[in-house]
């Protein structure tokens, strides 16, 4: 004859596994089996996005890593490089000064213009000259530093950097040759691959030397920002091959 002690116990013994398995999530619709179903598929969830943005990070890791050793490797001066972005910038010289010159003589850069005519409009031809050889200086030295940057792929600045001083040394070095075996050697005069002002040899003027010293910067700025514009172009295409 069972007692009402042993009738307890035999209660919560029938109603042990059915607790342990409403616990585990096995349970019937009746005791709630979706809530620990639905907690266990937000933290997969949470487990997968995790893990994707650590391959995110470990990618970006491994391209910077790669890079770096690359730009270690291959970074710096490249003369060559430069050499070549030079050859460009006094091509793109010449081209934009014969398409400034052929828009008219008020721009003060056509052989056309008389020193008289120079005389009687000297402001309005030596500031629209000096502006106009600003311009084409920018643009010719900034696409010679993109043809080096994008060849030297490493060191944007320094490529275009080196584009510039490329001109410098070869002016200087033309400049010791003119002033030695006389005005027949003046290469870059006779091929006429620069701007030239409407100003005579050996007169300085304000908007002489403010042209000059302009034209040091701009052609230097021009340079820089085109190497790293090459450069930039092989980052777009290292990021999408560690993408793939």
């Known amino acids: 004859m069972s007692t009402p002690e042993n009738s307890s116990e035999s209660r919560r013994d029938r109603r042990a596994p059915e607790h342990a398995d409403y616990l585990a999530g096995d349970g019937d619709a009746g005791h709630g089996s979706d809530e620990p179903t639905r907690a266990y598929d937000v933290r997969d969830v949470r487990d997968d996005t995790t893990a994707s943005r650590a391959d995110t990070t470990a990618v970006r890791t491994d391209r910077e890593e790669v890079v770096a050793r690359e730009k270690e490797e291959f970074g710096g001066f490249k003369f060559g490089s430069a050499f070549f972005g030079w050859l460009c910038a006094m091509g793109m010289t010449a081209l934009l000064t014969a398409l400034v010159a052929g828009a008219g003589a008020a721009l003060g850069l056509s052989e056309q213009v008389t020193a008289d005519e120079a005389a009687q409009n000297a402001d309005t031809i030596g500031i629209a000259g000096a502006v106009a050889v600003l311009v084409i200086l920018l643009v010719s ?62 007169e300085l003027t304000t908007v002489g030397i403010i042209t000059a010293v302009g034209a040091l910067l701009v052609s230097l700025g021009g340079a820089v920002l085109g190497g790293l514009a090459g450069m930039r172009y092989h980052r777009k295409v290292d990021r999408a091959g560690f993408r793939a």
């Open 141 to 202: 030295y900034y696409a010679g530093g993109y043809v080096a940057g994008r060849m030297a792929r490493f060191s944007g600045a320094k490529q275009g950097l080196a584009v510039w001083l490329w001109a410098v040394v070869i002016a200087i070095v033309v400049a010791i040759v003119t002033a030695v075996a006389g005005a027949q050697w003046n290469i870059l005069a006779d091929v006429n691959t620069f701007p030239r002002l409407p100003f005579n040899e050996g």
